[in-house]
């Protein structure tokens, strides 16, 4: 999360204060991202030393110090809105790491492995469900922002779904008793995660 | 009283070399008020379990408790009593009847009861308002969409007086932001003296539950603990 450019988007709607910054920003995010006052006020600073914005007096940094945006500043907030994130999966997830590990530990069954992350994945779900639950129709921003966590939960359990049922195949994991042969898994990167 | 408890059922299909072990043992009780989704993979048991609680099926081993009733104690008319009163039933097809509009399918259940035709027809399009249904109430099924067809299903089964609304995979042919009205109805549902039971693969939906069972191969294996409430997950990392 760019705190750089959620300011940037929050002031070109016009001038405004640090501590009104803070506040905004906060209720924008569903108040999921706390955010101290002295991180905006870092942030302000860095933007204005980079021409982004500006402000009027020659006063340090305050609480009676207003901000706007610069056509520089305009032009970044543009551009940073069109490129696209970081989507390519990291290189070693840990939870594909600790599947792949409990695969070869003697005595560990992998499916209670599996099982174990996929109840914590789920008991994460139920509670962010629940915040959804209790939030009010108008709450679009934490709507929003818990849509975009239950997602990416979702895709972890249902890697897990799919792990499993991949063990069971391969004959791995037996529908009954421990584990009798164990297959090399292959390299870490033939198994595709995103998280 | 619980509203739904199973002691030690089992379900056994076919015979001899082809047995299939659909339940093995499971034990699960629902409180009044509570929602409870199963989870597990394709084959796991799920819809057996939901029929078998609905007394649609019966157990090989075990017994099915609904509320005050054994439901093995019963006799065929008030199982039956019991499956038309008590029990609101999703599953995977529907089971709407062609020759109805919206609202006699969702009233049908409220008339066979004994309530009037009016008053069975208002319930009705109460619970077709709910669901963004008002003016579907005169359409029949075929001139319905898939995920509106989804919706009466629901509204028929959350009408009128039940206390146990059981459903298999009840949002499966909507959308996520259609799939979520209709688990939010089911949540709203389920309170006071009605409980719910959802099966289901898909975890977005079992997360509305109070409680997620976890199914592998007819067994309990698993369950979530009851929410810590959100306070833990606002003091998370923000960097994350
Ligand atoms: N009527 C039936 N006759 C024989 N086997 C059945 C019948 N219904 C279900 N089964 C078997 O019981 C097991 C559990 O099925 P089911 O309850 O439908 O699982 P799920 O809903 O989790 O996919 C499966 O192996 C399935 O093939
Ligand atoms: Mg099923």
Redesign the pocket.
Known sequence: MSVRHALLALLSEGPKYGLQLRDEFEARTGEVWPLNVGQVYTTLQRLERDGLIESDGEDEVGPQKSFRVTVDGAAELDTWLRTPPDLSAPPRDELVIKVLVAIRVPGVEVRDVIQTHRRHAVELMQEWTRVKRDAGPDELSLALVIDAELFRLDSVVRWLDTADARLRRAGTVPASGPPSALPDPGPVRAVEVRR | MSALTLTGVSKV??KGAGQ?Y?LRAVDLTVEPGELVAVM??????????LTIAGSLEEPTDGEVTVGESPVSRLSRGERAALRRRAIGYVFQDFNLLAGLTSAENVSLPLELDGVAGRAARAAALVALDRLGLADRAGRFPDELSGGERQRVAIARAVVGERRLILADEPSGALDSVNGEAVMRLVRETCQGAVAGVV?THDAQLASWADRVVF?RD?RIIDQTTPARGPESLLDADPAR
Not at chain 2, 44 to 49: A, I, P, R, V
């Open positions: 299909y076919g299939v659909a597990g993979p394709s084959g796991s048991g799920k819809s057996t379990l099966v199914l007819g």
